[in-house]
């Protein structure tokens, strides 16, 4: 065999064999299989500001409520791709309680979130997000004969910012949100109009998270900072509680420790509103920019995956305590 022949299948040999080992290292995740589930999923296009937007939505055998939850992908995401993450625990729940899980696709992949530096289409452009998700809301009243007297959101990433825009701005529209991974960004790069009214809010951040800093900073995606700064987490829960006099703060409450190599443990903190329990802070020790699930897992170059909690189970909990 000629010698650059050998050279070349040795680069090829080595190059294939780094690649293996990275990816068990940095890539590997441990997404669940799709379940069995009850109900009826589709895909759906429709004209939003005269672009084709797409969505998922999932219906269970009988809407036994009249809430639907929005679930929202982080950046460069899909509808899809966060049904996936979040280990379809939320179809499985509305099997369970009768209500109606969207999964959209946000702009070229984006949500115009409330960071006014962000480079992302979605934001240059000024994409109506909010108004896509009613008239998603519309669309699916008028398919499913029923209406929704309950509106939730969800997200991860840029998804939980994006959560956070819909309580900024529609708080007379939206009933309840749950962010992961996500924090409000300061006072200079918030390009949201603050309505100044509250919504119930439930908040899941890891401390390790290199993405969005538990205790505040520079966002930063692979070099990209365009996102700016934000707020650290304990300055964005004031920010909510304050907006409706919740000053009832419970101590914090070390949740189960039930997997002990999952590099992380969850802490619990509460704050009541008017009697009720309206806002809720899921401090993830050792955790990354992830989402906590018990049997699923994120890519490692996220960080730790907590798998103590299930946050979809925790988050429509929360939600359904927020049913009047």
């Known amino acids: 065999m000629k010698k650059w022949l050998k050279i070349l299948l040795g680069l090829i040999g080595f190059f294939l064999l780094t690649t293996l080992i990275l990816r068990q290292i940095y890539l590997t995740d441990g997404y669940v299989e799709q379940p069995t589930l009850k109900g009826r999923l589709t895909s759906t296009t429709l004209q939003s500001n005269n672009q084709a937007r797409n969505f998922q939505w999932y219906a269970p055998p009988t809407i036994k409520n009249k809430s639907i939850v929005f679930v929202l992908h982080g950046s460069t995401g899909t509808g899809e791709g966060v049904r996936e993450q979040t280990a379809y625990e939320f179809d499985q729940l509305a099997d369970q309680e009768g209500f109606v899980v969207v999964y959209p696709t946000g702009y070229a992949n984006h949500w115009n979130d409330c960071r006014g530096s962000a480079d992302y289409e979605a934001n240059i452009k000024n994409i109506d997000d909010i108004t896509f998700l009613k008239e998603i809301e519309t669309y699916l009243s008028e398919n499913l004969n ?33 962010a992961i991974s996500a924090n409000l960004p300061i006072a200079e790069n918030l390009d949201c109009q603050k309505r100044g009214q509250f919504v119930p809010l439930l908040l899941i951040n890891g401390t390790k998270d290199k993405v969005n800093p538990y205790n505040g900073g520079l966002v930063s995606i692979l070099g990209n900072d365009s996102r700016g700064t934000v707020m650290s987490t304990d300055e964005t829960m004031d920010y909510w509680t304050k907006l409706n006099d919740c000053l009832t703060k419970s101590n914090p409450i070390k949740l189960a420790d039930l997997n002990t190599v999952d590099h992380s443990n969850v802490v619990q903190i509460k704050w009541r509103c008017e009697n009720q329990t309206q806002a809720i802070l899921y401090k993830i020790n050792g955790g990354g920019h992830t989402i906590p699930h018990t049997k699923s897992k994120m890519p490692k170059i996220l960080g730790a995956t907590n798998q103590d909690i299930d946050a979809a189970a925790e988050i429509w909990q929360f939600f359904k305590t927020q049913i009047q």
């Open 146 to 178: 029923t209406t929704f007297e309950n509106k939730f959101a969800t997200g991860h990433s840029n998804g939980g910012h994006f959560c956070f825009k819909l309580a900024l701005e529609a708080p007379d529209w939206i009933s309840g949100i749950a």
